[in-house]
């Protein structure tokens, strides 16, 4: 009777750390996508950090970093102004700052890098 019990506790112990496996693989990944980190604001943000970082290791320089932070200011404004239009991003507007956004990622990767 004991063995019986033993083996149930710990065919029992076996389901229940599969369930909460199961539960945190199911979980984590759409964690991980969802909330603000696709969001313009976010990547505007993380491309500042990014220039930041890149004048603090000596990466970009004085002329560069302002050509940036104008690229920067310049995507800011028109996010802005999608804003404010009529309330919220459209999808043709999304897609014009998303653009704008990779334009300037490549130029944040292009001065610390070259």
Do not use: C
């Not at 389901?15 to 990944?29: D, I, Q």
């Not at 990547?43 to 930041?52: E, F, G």
């Not at 970082?53 to 028109?78: A, C, D, K, S």
């Amino acid at each position: 009777m004991k063995e019986v019990d033993d083996m149930l506790h710990r065919l029992s112990s076996v389901v229940l750390a599969s369930t909460l496996a199961a539960v945190t693989l199911l979980t984590v990944p759409a964690l991980s996508f969802a909330g603000p980190r696709h969001t313009p604001g976010w990547r505007t943000h993380h491309q500042q950090a990014r220039i930041y970082q890149g004048v603090r290791q000596g990466q970009i320089g004085p002329r560069e970093y302002r050509h940036l932070e104008r690229q920067q200011w310049r995507t800011n404004r028109m996010r802005h102004r999608f804003r404010h239009n009529d309330g919220s991003i459209g999808p043709r507007e999304r897609a014009r700052l998303q653009h704008r956004l990779n334009h300037t990622s490549r130029s944040i990767y292009r001065a610390r890098h070259n």
